[in-house]
T-cell receptor
């Protein structure tokens, strides 16, 4: 296990379709985060899990977005009824529990809604 | 409210020049952490350094050095003798402790171009 893995790397979808992304964190990491990054901006926090519990959600996360982390291992982020404004890079990160350990990021899933 | 400002949108230097990337932060917390990440063209954010609010010692790691000054709420990053491989977008980030949230607040990043 060499790092955080995200799948797919790229996704093109038509407006109105549902999409699901997967993140596999570093195996011993209990915390898992989702961020969204648009062109020319820094990553924006969406949500985070500690083990299987979703402990915080950003106001950016509308009702069309849902994230899960069953069994505290991999996580999925689903976007329903996609809109053009959802086009962005979706980044997953993981970290150890305990203080503010640094987060390790995956390479992201680039979503394009046409 | 917490905020991170990276006023330099893009910097271009010639190889071997020194370059400093600025980061100014805002927080009401007395306990917080600051980070620098590098994002090369491949897209993956690479961790560079973490600093907590009680440790104002400057740090040097090879060609990289960081200057943390609480008095000016700044956490600047200097690359000495820059190389083409340093070309990337660099992000400064803040995490507050007291709020109990573990989210990172990122700046908008500084794109560094090192020309051969």
């Amino acid at each position: 296990d060499t790092g955080v893995s995200q799948d797919p790397r790229h996704k093109i979808t038509k407006r109105g379709q549902n999409v699901t992304f997967r993140c596999d964190p570093i195996s011993e990491h209990n915390r898992l985060y989702w961020y969204r990054q648009t062109l020319g901006q820094g990553p924006e926090f969406l949500t985070y899990f500690q083990n299987e519990a979703q402990l915080e959600k950003s106001r950016l996360l509308s009702d069309r977005f849902s994230a899960e982390r069953p069994k505290g291992s991999f996580s999925t982020l689903e976007i329903q009824r996609t809109e053009q404004g959802d086009s962005a890079m979706y980044l997953c990160a993981s970290s150890l529990v305990g203080g503010f350990a640094e987060a390790f990021f995956g390479q992201g899933t680039r979503l394009t809604v046409v | 409210a917490q905020k991170v400002t990276q006023a330099q949108t893009e910097i271009s230097v010639v190889e071997k020049e020194d370059v400093t990337l600025d980061c100014v932060y805002e927080t009401r917390d007395t306990t917080y952490y600051l980070f620098w990440y590098k994002q090369p063209p491949s897209g993956e954010l690479v961790f560079l350094i973490r600093r907590n609010s009680f440790d104002e010692q400057n740090e040097i790691s090879g060609r990289y050095s960081w200057n943390f000054q609480k008095s000016t709420s700044s956490f600047n990053f200097t690359i000495t003798a820059s190389q083409v491989v340093d070309s990337a977008v660099y992000f400064c980030a803040l995490t507050e402790v007291t709020s109990g949230t573990y989210k990172y607040i990122f700046g908008t990043g500084t794109r560094l171009k090192v020309l051969a």
